[in-house]
């Protein structure tokens, strides 16, 4: 009899067809809503393996509903949506999906940077809403990226990549990092300095860094302080590395130029967030990864890692052991 794998949302046809082959598949059938809590403690009943995306929490109630489960494979590189600590003690291998989304992530970094820095989103309001009159000196002056300082918080592979990036721009780069990345540095041309000197020096702050309870609230009231004035402050990685309140009251007073806003702390974000109010914001709904070929192969790997893990063999990404 074959094995059972539940999914939690709609995934392609060409994934599904090859996981079919050695496995009995449920999922949820929708693309665009993620599915009901108290569903998915009932889909996972029977599951010896579960395919998931970030929206979903799988914490203790989850393993505990299911007394089978062997897998959780994550389909994102982030897996703080999943309790690690816990699938670890229950036997639970975790598998998550780096290096296929490093550089499509670092491409949204750098064009959220840039629409922020260059006020795109603001500016193509500002001609459809008919406020172009005329052009005019300072109207809609923004910040300059060539040869600016980039600080990157976090300097793994889409921290790397960035870094890349930034240099065709010849921007000076500074990173902050647990520990030190020589190889990489050296490579980029990257150089390493403490947290505080990201803070103060940098025209550009990128938040790169995987989110744990360590980093809940990194940037609040007193690391924006240390930022300039002129300071654009990016965030692709995760919403809980920023204490949203004291962002708002940054922006707002001025104590900070700019964010750019890939995510937030819950998501999606509130329509009525007082962050959502400020024309010096650029907010998305966490599309970082969102190429057609890089969803196409995260899902792959997300199928892969269930396939092999499960079956024994093969290449797993695995987050715990
Ligand atoms: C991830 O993979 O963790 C991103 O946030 C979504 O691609």
């Not at 007394?67 to 975790?94: F, H, Q, W």
């Not at 001025?254 to 995510?263: F, H, R």
């Amino acid at each position: 009899m074959k094995e059972n794998i539940y999914i939690t949302r709609k995934l392609p046809s060409s994934i599904i067809e090859k996981l079919e082959k050695s496995f009995h598949i449920d999922m949820w059938e929708k693309e665009e809503e993620a599915i009901p809590r108290e569903l998915l403690l009932e889909k996972v009943k029977e599951a010896k393996g579960l395919l998931c995306m970030l929206t979903e929490t799988i914490d203790e109630e989850v393993m505990e509903a299911a007394p089978n489960l062997k897998v959780i494979s994550n389909m994102a590189v982030g897996y703080n949506n999943i309790n690690v600590n816990e699938a670890t003690k229950r036997g639970i291998l975790v598998t998550n999906t780096p290096g296929v989304l490093t550089e499509t992530t670092a491409d949204l970094t750098f064009a959220l940077l840039m629409a922020t820095a260059r006020r795109l989103v603001e500016a193509s309001s500002y001609l459809r809403e008919g406020n172009w009159q005329t052009w005019s000196p300072m109207q809609l002056t923004g910040m300059d990226i060539f040869g600016a300082t980039l600080g990157i918080i976090g300097f793994g592979r889409i921290g790397q990549a960035v870094a890349r990036r930034a240099k065709g721009f010849q921007m000076e780069v500074l990173y902050y990092n647990r520990s030190r990345k020589r190889e990489a540095e050296e490579e980029i041309g990257a150089t390493y300095v403490d947290f505080k000197t990201v803070l103060t020096k940098s025209d550009f702050i990128c938040l790169l860094l995987p989110y744990s309870p360590e980093v809940h609230h990194l940037i609040s009231k007193n690391e924006l302080s240390f930022m300039k004035k002129t300071a654009v402050l990016i965030n692709t990685a995760r919403g809980g590395i920023v204490d949203e309140e004291a962002l708002y009251h940054a922006l707002k007073n001025k104590e900070i130029w700019a964010a750019g806003l890939d995510v937030f702390e819950k998501e999606p974000v509130d329509l009525s967030h007082p962050l959502l109010t400020l024309s010096n914001v650029v907010t998305l709904p966490h599309i970082g990864s969102a190429s057609i070929a890089t969803r196409m192969k995260m899902a792959q790997l997300a199928a892969d890692n269930l396939h092999n893990a499960l079956s024994n063999r093969g290449t797993v990404m695995k987050v715990n052991d």
